[in-house]
């Protein structure tokens, strides 16, 4: 006997049991289950919940192992052991001190985030009786993608069961969530350990422990230098490419694009949120550049360092476009018509734009905006298909007229 | 119980758990979110109310067959009122510093929605000895939420109970701050105060299914 029937005589032992939605999850996760349904006509489609996860994921993949290897190239960088890498393929990037580093401080996050995240889906579903869904895979991984580098794992841990439980199970799991669970885990970091999460001490692995010292060494962002009117030192192509300090798996503009492409082509995100969160962050900011222009905000302003921005380059620098590609098109938490996808994905980018010049407390508002349209996306839908009924019963009235 | 009747003594034990103001009727969230962050401080904010809503309910109870009806909010609003600007002048006198930490606070007692709400509902009905147990056993079962939220606000959002250190120094390094532990600045934000309240609800509404509407 193989794995697999042995799989499926333990399953007929556990039925009934308090710990069979436990069983089963582990039991789906390697094999499809043997039952077979016996009524009524099915459609078989391949696209369920687990692979639309696993494709999601897969677009993440190659923004984690950037993120490894940009870990410790900051971290060497910043050290002053390492010359600066020329462009994406350059030499002192892709080695093998900077991937261990990257390893040694980025793993842990994953398992500690995969480890809290699936230990409370597991117990919620042996509570309720229900299966475990697949929805925390994503959110596991997207969980170490937005947080900096060197925050302490038991903080992770408690936002991670933070989001879980107040953003997603208190709601009744998977699917039936308002807020994004991975950004309800970064606002809770946010507000609850701002020290960990802002700031130029954060971005950089070693940064922390070092302040204060003969050897400090800091990283700021670039909206960080932005809001405080400095120099930015990073040229257009590191940004574009991503060897500049920032969380973890959002530096890199390009792999970034890569990944949207795929959800693209494979249908698994939506291109409509997608195009209209960069329509609404140009609108916002060539509406800024307009305002400098113009002579009303002149370089005495706080807002001017951030406001003078050309307004392409808000793409490049911050989160926006990590946002728009994997967090905004959450199918659950998103706006479900395709006219209130429009809406829903141009306010972020407007909002994320606004809040990312006026607010200089958050130096990214990327999170803030989808978290805020996150809780308006229902209001869209419902004013989208009113008005579509409203439309179709003018019509039927023409008709019948 | 000797002293009270089986009938009384639930007026005093039912508004602690299973018909609570703030957790079952959703009354006074506003000063429970607010004033919160501070165990001190909650403690203070349930004694104002106790006093106002206990002799509140008794003046009340006293005065009901002689209130015109027409204007009987009128007549509540300059009972409560009285009562607060007692607190009021007495937290300034002897608390300064406190009644600066609860500020506006205090005045809006008046406008707690637990004191009008038992006003209306119970010192209009019933006699002063039953008003006043019901006025005692509301603002326990207020003080009670206030001094839990504010109990794991102070904490962990602070790491003191009422402003003593229970967690160690968090600048010298000591006790649990030497492993690394933080104080979590969300918990001295409102918002922390209403998520603690609805994981309260979310608790008695578990343990109790009979209290789940719908």
Redesign the interface.
């Known amino acids: 006997m193989g794995l697999k029937s042995n799989l499926h005589n333990l399953k007929e032992k556990y039925k009934g049991t308090k710990m069979a939605p436990a069983f089963n999850a582990i039991h789906t996760f390697l094999y499809l289950p043997n039952e077979t349904t016996h009524n009524g006509t099915h459609i078989k489609a391949a696209d369920d919940l687990k692979r639309t996860m696993n494709t999601v994921i897969m677009a993440m993949v190659p923004c984690l192992i950037f993120g490894m290897f940009n870990a410790g190239y900051q971290h060497h960088l910043a050290l002053g052991t390492i010359e600066t890498a020329e462009g994406f393929l350059g030499s002192t990037f892709w080695t093998w001190d900077n991937l261990v580093i990257g390893i040694w401080k980025v793993l842990p996050l994953v398992i500690v985030s995969y480890g809290v995240g699936l230990l409370i889906e597991f117990i919620f579903a042996v509570i309720k009786g229900h299966e475990v869904e697949e929805g925390y895979l994503v959110t596991g991984m997207l969980v170490p993608l937005i947080v900096p580098v060197d925050l302490?794992l038991?903080?992770l841990a408690?936002a991670v069961a933070f989001g879980v439980i107040?953003g997603k199970e208190?709601f009744g799991g998977t699917g039936m969530n308002i807020l994004n669970p991975a950004l309800t885990v970064r606002a809770?970091l946010f507000?609850?350990?701002?020290?960990?999460m802002s700031g130029d001490k954060v971005w950089v692995h070693g940064a922390v422990e070092r302040a204060g010292t003969a050897d400090a060494i800091s990283g700021e962002t670039i909206l960080g230098s932005y809001a405080q009117s400095q120099d930015v030192v990073y040229s257009l192509a590191d940004m574009f490419y991503g060897l500049i300090p920032g969380s973890i798996g959002e530096t890199s503009k390009v792999l970034i694009i890569f990944g949207a492409l795929f959800l693209i082509f494979t249908k698994v995100g939506s291109w409509r949120i997608m195009l209209s969160t960069i329509l609404g962050a140009l609108a916002m900011g060539l509406i800024f550049n307009g305002v400098v222009d113009a002579g009303i905000i002149t370089s005495s302003s706080k807002f001017y360092g951030l406001m003078s921005v050309p307004f392409w380059q808000h793409l490049i620098i911050g989160s926006i476009l990590f946002g728009a590609v994997y967090m905004a098109t959450d199918p659950v938490t998103a706006a479900q018509t395709n006219k209130g996808k429009w809406i829903y994905g141009f306010l972020i980018g407007f909002i994320s734009i606004m809040i990312r010049v006026f607010n200089p407390a958050y130096p990214e508002g990327v999170f803030l905006a989808i978290l805020l349209m996150n809780v308006f996306a229902p209001t869209i839908d419902h004013y989208v298909v009113q008005g579509n009924v409203k439309k179709r019963m003018k019509r039927l009235k023409v008709k019948t007229a | 119980m000797g002293l009270l009747s089986k009938k009384d003594a639930k007026l005093i034990t039912d508004p602690l758990a299973d018909n609570n103001p703030i957790t079952i009727q959703v009354l006074g969230i506003c000063s429970a979110l607010a004033i919160t962050a501070e165990l001190k401080a909650s403690l203070v904010m349930g004694i104002a109310v106790l006093f106002v809503l206990g002799i509140g309910n008794v003046v009340i109870s006293l005065i009901r067959n002689i209130i015109p009806s027409k204007i009987r909010i009128i007549v509540q609003l300059i009972v409560v009122a009285s009562l607060v600007i007692i607190v009021d002048q007495v937290l300034k006198a002897f608390a300064y510093e406190l009644s600066k930490t609860l500020s506006v606070f205090v005045g809006l007692i008046i406008t707690n929605c637990i004191i009008m709400g038992r006003f209306e509902a119970f010192a209009l009905g019933n006699g002063p000895w039953r008003a006043f147990l019901d006025g005692v056993g509301n603002a326990l079962g207020y003080a009670v939420i206030l001094l839990v939220v504010g109990f794991f606000r102070e904490l962990l959002g602070s790491g003191t109970l009422f402003g003593i250190p229970v967690l160690g120094d968090p600048i010298e390094k000591t006790g649990l701050y030497s492993i690394?532990?933080?104080n979590?600045?969300?918990?001295l934000?409102p918002p922390m105060a209403l998520?603690i309240v609805?994981l309260i609800i979310?608790v008695q509404r578990s343990r109790n299914k009979a209290l789940i509407e719908d």
């Open positions: 302490p038991w903080m408690v107040i208190v809770f507000f609850a350990y701002p020290t960990w | 690394g532990y933080e979590n600045g969300f918990m934000m998520i609805g979310w």
